[in-house]
């Protein structure tokens, strides 16, 4: 099945347009980092590329090369910055694979071992405490 064409107006192309506020990590030419909104685990983190694509199966092979470096990166600064025993990096393409905002992004995730994960996309979490997860991370960077 094909998938769906981009669509312009999703959340992650209005926080690069600045039309919303995100808690940024990390920006580049070609790729943003911000903190998710509704963290799995604190530090919680997206990256995303600014050309549009509706996730992995519609990007720019050229674009991707970067992308990961950029998520590496930020994956080795959540670690640190959380001593977390591991990092997750989730991608998921199209809402059966459980995609619910369609602008490429991978998930980075800190994580100790036998703590159990938040529900994706349940509860929202404090500016305040999204603002001073960013900080640690940001000093790893
Ligand atoms: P998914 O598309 O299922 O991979 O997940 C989208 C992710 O975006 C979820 O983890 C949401 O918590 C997160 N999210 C949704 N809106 C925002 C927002 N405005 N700023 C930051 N993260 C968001």
Redesign the pocket.
Known sequence: MTSPAYEADN??AK?LKGD?P??KLYEDDDTLA???????APG?L?VIPKAASRNLLDADPAVLGGLIAVVQRLAVAAKAAFDADGVQV???NEPAA?????HL?F?VIPRHEGAILKP???GMESIDVLKANAEKIKAEL
């Not at 911000?34 to 799995?40: A, K, L, S, Y």
């Not at 459980?98 to 369609?102: A, E, I, S």
């Open positions: 959340i992650f926080i919303i995100a808690v911000f903190m998710d909104v509704m963290p799995q919680h997206l989730v991608q998921f459980g995609q619910t905002v369609f992004h998930h994706h996309a349940g």
